[in-house]
């Protein structure tokens, strides 16, 4: 009995088929035809798409590819207006004039790039699609302000000028952190690298329309007032474009925004948000802290992680201060009127603080109620308003599990992490949790908050 063997690609496309015949067994192989348009798209797509990435990944490549080409667009107008204002075609000028202009700009942005990946690095990721948004936005300013170069003096020039370069750098740093974060949210297989090659693929394509297209734009647009009115049409495009490619993003880790949509759902109806749903409802360029309020929107505040230090010693004015501790924290609550912060300080050994970031929203839904009698005697009760037990948590973070949160991603600290170690302050000798013996391990830069 013959039988038909067939080779197959990871999205189950029959690539070739081959058959036995006869006692020889003498394969024959024939090669099954791709349409050639299928081909020329495989060409700009992963391998054994879409099975190998993210439902999200078309729908953003599709607006991330729009708002490319309107970029591109932009990018030569404002080109032209820096060369125009570094003294292209105007013999009065002095090219060493243009090289120190040249100069003074880079070398200002290059710091700033240092300083900005040092201290927005750890944010970056948590907030990746915030930041993406963001590069843009910064991106746009900058040409806007290359568009003022030509009609400004030397020292105003290289104001601008500067400004300009730290707003790009700016943008390079946070685009190339977002795009980093959101290649490995898309790449399902370990396709990681392909991915980001057939995406470098999609943007050379785009950007050589797009420069097409720029060059006869700036070969016919010469008005200033028609070059601002398309500017401010094509910027218009790109941040739309831009704020729709990152809303189509599912995400599967919680940061603090999705965490506080996630928990105060199960705390008001008691079912489980997907990805999806989440995705729908999350702010991209508000609540990115996680802001929290009460059940009634009385009560608003946030919640940040803290040192131990900052934890004890911050006091405002005014504020009601109560402080909790438990296994895996310590918790500091600040209260006046409407407005509430609540601090916390994570214990040594814990990895993700999802369970302190889960009481947290619960303290805040509850705290219409838990101010009739003080928030020290709501919590230390033993069965206190809004309890939630650890065992009715694993239950809710194994129901987030099974429908697709990664939870052993840890997107809720946005800084360096810093854990509270109670005993002597070295490791490996017994650890005794008294407030009297805490000591805490602090950065060498943040030791002035310890």
Not at 92 to 103: D, E, V
Not at 185 to 201: I, Y
Request: charged share 20%.
């Amino acid at each position: 009995m013959s039988r038909s063997y067939y080779d197959i690609d990871p999205a189950g496309d029959v690539l070739c088929t081959h058959t036995e015949e006869g006692e020889r067994e003498k394969l024959r192989s024939e090669k099954t035809e791709v349409p050639l348009a299928k081909a020329v798209l495989y060409a700009f797509l992963p391998a054994g798409f879409p099975h190998t990435v993210t439902d999200d990944y078309l729908a953003y490549q599709t607006y991330d590819s729009l708002q490319a080409f309107a970029s591109s667009i932009t990018s030569l107008l404002a080109n032209r207006a820096v060369l125009e204002g570094l003294g292209v075609g105007d013999s009065s000028s002095s090219p060493t004039g243009a090289l120190i202009l040249k100069i003074t700009g880079d070398t200002i942005s290059r710091i700033a790039t240092i300083l900005f990946a040092h201290r927005m690095g750890q944010a970056i990721e948590p907030e990746c699609k915030f930041y993406r948004l963001l590069a843009d936005i910064f991106n746009d300013s900058a040409q806007f302000l290359d568009l003022l170069t030509p009609a400004l003096p030397y020292f105003p020039k290289l104001g601008v000028i500067v400004s300009a370069g730290v707003l790009r750098a700016l943008c390079g740093v946070a685009a190339n952190a977002s795009k980093a974060s959101l290649s490995a949210h898309f790449a399902l297989t370990g396709n990681l690298a392909e991915l980001n090659a057939k995406e470098a693929s999609q943007e050379t394509v785009v950007s050589l329309l797009g420069m097409l297209v720029g060059t006869l734009v700036v070969r016919w647009v010469e008005d200033k007032q028609v070059v601002w009115v398309l500017m401010m049409l094509l910027v218009g495009l790109h941040l739309a474009m831009n704020y729709r490619a990152v809303r189509c993003v599912q995400m599967r880790s919680l940061n603090r925004q999705r965490a506080t949509i996630v928990f105060r759902e199960w705390l008001e109806h008691g079912t489980v948000l997907t990805p999806e749903q989440v995705s729908q409802r999350e702010s991209i360029l508000r609540n990115g802290r996680g802001n929290l309020a009460s059940k009634t929107g009385e009560y608003t505040g946030v919640c940040d992680f803290v040192t131990y230090g900052h934890l004890r010693r911050w006091n405002p004015g005014g504020y009601h201060r109560y402080d909790f501790e438990t296994s895996l924290y310590f918790m500091g609550i600040w209260h006046r009127g409407g407005n509430f912060h609540i601090s916390i300080a994570l214990k040594e050994g814990t990895k993700v603080p999802l369970s302190a970031w889960f009481d947290a929203v619960t303290h805040a839904y509850h705290f219409d109620s838990a101010l009739k009698d003080g928030l020290q005697s709501h919590y230390e009760n033993e069965m206190p308003l809004g309890y939630v037990s650890e065992e009715q948590k694993e239950a809710i973070f194994a129901a987030l599990t099974a429908v697709g949160w990664n939870l052993e991603a840890n997107a809720l600290e946005t800084r360096l992490p810093v854990r509270v170690r109670t005993g002597d302050g070295r490791k490996g000798r017994p650890r005794i949790f008294s407030k009297s013996l805490l000591h805490v391990l602090c950065p060498v830069s943040d030791m002035s908050t310890c």
